[in-house]
């Protein structure tokens, strides 16, 4: 047989021993990190089109579909069905923003304002320290639990009444006893929302009925809720659906969403006319925890619920982001460049991109 002929079939037997190699091994492709999970695998190899084979030791990038279409979905949600005019949702570990809508617009707070009034009670008073009533607080119009002028509450039942169901009355008596005034109290209320970094928030009433030049922001909502959560007093008192105080009232809380939204920790209701319905409150779901602040909302409940599944959806996006990098970067530790023409010693690709 003739030495070109040799040379021909030798040539053919090699490129299909090529052709079957290449088939058998996956092609890993580093363009994405974020569509990519490690997943144990047999050492493999792909080539590139270069001279080069990479090689795993024992894993490989697998492709894995995105989070994203969920959370593509309840954005397109929230954007079409959110009512309020002010809205933020917050990491309360970090405070990071993971949704607003207009959240330095100034509005009347209505009752959530209360919280400023809870937490400087709790940290003034003793829970049996007693509060006397004068007929300005007994005359606050409602909501109110219709304490008698001229008697005498314990402080932790008038806190609960004005945390729970938003008690006007018992939040005056309150202000009243620590203040002297409810105008001086509510200089001590601005005073406390500006040391938790709420700079857009003044407060005209201890209550939270409308007052001109009283506002507060969907921002500075969200930072005080947050700042008053870490009190453990303030704390128990908002987990609270009801409580009977010393006269034998019960008080159930106004704030629904304890047990219609999953995850609920806690949370204060408001409304007025001028208002309209506003909220601020606090969910922990899987070691992630929010705070979700809205103003000026026609559909608060609705509003609520959306907002919590964006912000628990968007935690967890980035979760897997995070989690697809980690591992990445770890897996390109285990990869290695060999030119399988020369036969050189293996390099690291770290090296390689250096």
């Known amino acids: 047989m003739k030495p070109i002929i040799k040379l021909f079939i030798t040539f053919l037997a090699l490129s299909f021993i090529w052709q079957n190699n290449a088939q058998a091994a996956p092609r890993i492709h580093l363009t994405n990190q974020y569509k990519f999970a490690v997943r144990p695998v047999v050492k493999t190899a792909a080539r590139s089109s270069s001279n080069l084979i990479l090689l795993t030791d024992s894993k490989a990038l697998v492709k894995r579909r995105p989070m994203g279409y969920y959370f593509r979905r309840i954005s397109r949600t929230v954007r079409r069905e959110i009512s309020a005019k002010s809205a933020m949702v917050m990491d309360a570990m970090s405070g990071d923003i993971l949704y607003s809508r207009n959240p330095d617009l100034p509005r009347q707070p209505a009752s959530t304002i209360k919280v400023l009034t809870g937490i400087i009670a709790i940290d003034s008073l003793h829970k049996n320290d007693l509060v006397p009533v004068s007929r300005y607080a007994a005359r606050m119009p409602r909501s109110k639990i219709y304490l008698r002028p001229g ?3 314990k402080a932790k039942d008038l806190i609960n009444a004005l945390l729970l169901v938003s008690a006007n009355d018992a939040s005056v008596a309150l202000a009243e006893r620590i203040g002297g ?3 001086t109290f509510s200089h001590l209320m601005t005073a406390r929302a500006r040391s938790f970094g709420a700079t857009h928030t ?3 009433s201890a209550s939270g009925l409308t007052h001109r030049g009283q506002h507060t922001t969907a921002r500075d909502l969200a930072k005080i809720f947050n700042h008053a959560m870490q009190n453990p007093v303030f704390a128990k008192t908002m987990e609270r659906v009801r409580y009977r105080a010393s006269s034998g009232q019960l008080f159930t809380t106004h704030n629904k969403a304890l047990w219609r939204v999953r995850g609920a920790v806690g949370g ?3 409304y007025t006319a001028r208002a309209r319905q506003t909220y601020v409150g606090s969910f922990r779901r899987n070691n ?3 705070v979700v602040a809205i103003m000026g909302s026609e559909t608060m409940w ?3 619920k959306y907002l919590v599944q964006y912000g628990f959806a968007k935690e967890k996006l980035q979760d897997r982001e995070r989690m697809a990098l980690r591992a990445n970067e770890k897996l390109l530790r285990h990869f290695k460049l060999v030119d399988f023409t020369t036969g050189r ?3 690291h690709i770290a090296t390689v991109l250096r």
């Open 151 to 153: 008697h005498e509450y």
């Open 181 to 183: 005034t409810e105008k």
């Open 202 to 204: 003044v407060c005209k």
């Open 268 to 270: 204060k209701t408001g």
């Open 288 to 290: 992630h925890e929010l």
């Open 302 to 304: 609705d509003d609520i």
């Open 345 to 347: 010693k293996p390099l």
